[in-house]
């Protein structure tokens, strides 16, 4: 994880986080702005901290408890929750009125995650953060190579064989993107990319 960051833009850099998270932000003491699952050692959260000092909502790093028991009390404004992606997501809103009002996230953020996993283990990740998101309010981001759907540029394809023996995962097109996030119940509501075939940020919600 660690390397692939290394000399690249932060996944907020071609996104428009002020207009698409940061307006229409929950306003209670306890909204969610961002998790970031599967984050590692919270080099992202940390990043987005520092570039928006300023913004409410609480930042959440989810990541399996080997990887959050040695981080604990490190990332300053950083809570840490232990967290099995293919589990239930914890975050999420409340169902019956309580006194303290509990909301669903406004983000759910994923890095490098996908292409890990093939399609079956990636719709079963998107349908557990589907079935707790807030209708026309939270979001998935999905930080990935967006390949082209014919001629892709020749690192993401070598990339793409390259998962495929080791991990059975893949880089996808953007077709394929649209598809698997269709099949979780979610709809692309946008992509920012630098170049086309590269790395990039989908941005998907709710299917109507």
Not at 13 to 27: A, G, I
Not at 78 to 87: A, L, T, V
Request: glycine letters at 6%.
């Amino acid at each position: 994880m660690e390397s692939r960051r290394e000399g690249r833009p932060s996944w907020f850099e071609p996104y428009p986080v002020e207009e698409n998270l940061l307006s229409k932000l929950d306003n209670s003491s306890d909204a969610v702005l961002l998790i970031d699952i599967g984050g590692n050692r919270g080099h992202d959260l940390t990043s987005f901290k520092t570039q928006y000092p300023k913004h409410s909502g609480r930042l959440i790093l989810q990541d399996q408890l080997s990887v959050i028991k040695n981080l604990c009390g490190q990332l300053e404004g950083i809570e840490y929750m232990p967290h099995d992606f293919f589990e239930p997501q914890p975050v999420k809103g409340q169902k019956k009125p309580r006194r303290r009002k509990r909301e669903s996230a406004r983000a759910y953020h994923f890095r490098a995650i996908f292409h890990d996993w093939p399609d079956e283990q990636c719709r079963q990740i998107l349908e557990q953060i589907a079935r707790v998101m807030k209708p026309n309010y939270s979001k998935v981001l999905i930080s990935e190579f967006i390949l082209q759907d014919d001629r892709a540029r020749l690192f993401p394809a070598a990339l793409d064989v390259q998962m495929m023996a080791l991990h059975a995962g893949m880089e996808r097109s953007e077709s394929q993107w649209r598809s698997l996030l269709a099949s979780a119940g979610l709809s692309v509501s946008g992509i920012w990319q630098k170049l086309p075939g590269g790395e990039g940020v989908i941005e998907a919600m709710l299917a109507d």
